[in-house]
């Protein structure tokens, strides 16, 4: 086939006819300008435009753009060539293909469609996924050269605009009060007059006093005396019912374990305890009496 190809090429040379260029197109046969294709950006109301030309002669065949849908919607793109005024090529077309996130082609505009040979054609794409879209432009003929301008805009589901009735639906004002164009406040009038009052406050009540310690219910006495009983050791504490305690109360020696119960006259009290008189002593010498 390169042979054929070849053949023409020398040929057409030959014949004192235009040069066709042999090669690709491109600069490098290894070159893959869909992996860096120029971003389009959206203005402010979805749409976007750029523009360039293209020669095959030139290692200029080919441009590719990236457009990113934001959202599912609709995406239409306009392209409008201006091809050279003495074209050499009689079948000129200019073609565009469009293609999705997953590199599938999805949509073009090339020799094979009704539009072949117009300058200008329109695409729309409907119900497309948000994602990024590659747009490629080729000149389709060797000898072909050409200016383009490429514009597209994006509507999103659902955005079409509802017919508005406004102001039918809000309520009239009713007619306000009429306001003189001079002050008609009286000549005499005085504001009222802003009375201060001033509350005064009397001497503080002394504090209410504090309740009395409510009496010791306890007593206590000095041990005078020890001597053995029979069932322990009989202890007299100096402290009778002359200083409130009474007989039946309750003696805690100070260093024995347990209570005995006292007998008391008008100076003195006895209890019996279960305790030598040394561990007595050894306490301290006083005892606790309670009722």
């Known amino acids: 086939m390169r042979r054929i190809v070849l053949a023409s090429v020398l040929l057409a040379a030959a014949c004192g006819g235009p040069k066709i260029p042999a090669h690709s197109g491109y600069k490098s046969e290894k070159a893959k300008p869909w992996k860096k294709p120029k971003t389009l950006t959206w203005d402010e109301n979805m749409e976007t435009k750029t523009g360039g030309d293209l020669s095959y002669a030139d290692y200029r065949r080919a441009r590719w753009y990236a457009i990113e849908v934001p959202a599912a ?8 060539i201006t091809p050279p005024g003495d074209a050499v090529n009689d079948d000129f077309d200019f073609a565009m293909e469009v293609l999705d996130p997953g590199f599938r082609v999805i949509s073009k505009a090339d020799m094979e469609e009704e539009d072949v040979g117009e ?3 329109t695409r729309t794409l409907y119900d497309l996924q948000p994602g990024t879209y590659l747009v490629h432009l080729y000149l389709q003929g060797r000898l072909d050269f050409a200016d383009f301008e490429l514009s597209g805009s994006f509507k999103r ?5 509802v017919p508005s009735d406004f102001p039918a639906q809000v309520a009239f004002l009713p007619a306000l009060p009429m306001v003189p164009l001079t002050d008609d406040t009286p000549a005499r009038y005085r504001p009222p007059q802003t009375t201060v009052v ?6 503080r009540r002394p504090p209410p006093p504090k309740p009395e310690a409510p009496p010791a219910t306890t007593k206590t006495g000095r041990i ?10 009989q202890v007299t504490l100096g402290i009778g019912t002359a200083q409130g305690v009474a007989s039946g109360w309750k003696a805690k020696i100070a260093g024995v374990q347990g209570t005995s119960t006292v007998t008391c006259d008008e100076r003195r009290c006895t209890a019996t305890v279960s ?6 002593k050894a306490g301290g010498g006083t005892a606790t009496l309670s009722p």
């Open 73 to 80: 919607g609709e995406l239409e793109l306009k392209l409008e």
């Open 119 to 121: 300058l200008s054609k």
């Open 157 to 161: 589901a659902g955005s079409a605009e």
């Open 198 to 203: 001033t509350i005064k406050k009397g001497p």
């Open 224 to 233: 005078i005396g020890v001597s053995v009983s029979g069932g322990g050791t």
């Open 275 to 280: 305790a030598t008189p040394d561990q007595v």
